[in-house]
Nanobody, 115 residues
Framework: QVQLVESGGGLVQAGGSLRLSCAAS???????LAWYRQAPGKQRELVAR????????QYSDSVTGRFTISRDNAKNTVYLQMNSLKPEDTAVYYC?????????WGQGTQVTVSS
């Protein structure tokens, strides 16, 4: 099993940037990964995903052009660079697999964007 721990969230003004990190307890070599978010009163949604090699990335329509997912297999870490943040990006952000597994949901990291 691989444990996933999210970090890097915080409070930022609209238009600002944050970089989230997802640190794995073991090697992520050969494993595709993804970022999800859940806003109050809404279901968890897929934000971005990255292939095992990092060669293929996909984003939700709401974040395309603003967010970038990347990975550093040597550090066993996946990142989400968030630029031009909007209040509607406010949510708890989680990492998991492209087809999420219930046993890999962590505490997430809170991102709050003020207007």
């Amino acid at each position: 099993q691989v444990q996933l721990v999210e970090s890097g969230g915080g409070l930022v003004q609209a238009g600002g940037s944050l970089r989230l990190s997802c640190a794995a307890s073991g090697s992520i070599f050969g494993i595709g990964l993804a970022w999800y978010r859940q806003a109050p009163g809404k279901q968890r949604e897929l934000v971005a995903r990255i292939s095992s090699s990092g060669g293929v990335t996909q984003y939700s329509d709401s974040v395309t052009g603003r967010f970038t997912i990347s990975r550093d297999n040597a550090k066993n870490t996946v990142y989400l660079q968030m630029n031009s943040l909007k209040p509607e990006d406010t949510a708890v952000y989680y990492c998991n697999f492209p087809f999420p597994r219930s046993d890999y949901w962590g505490q997430g990291t809170q991102v709050t964007v003020s207007s």
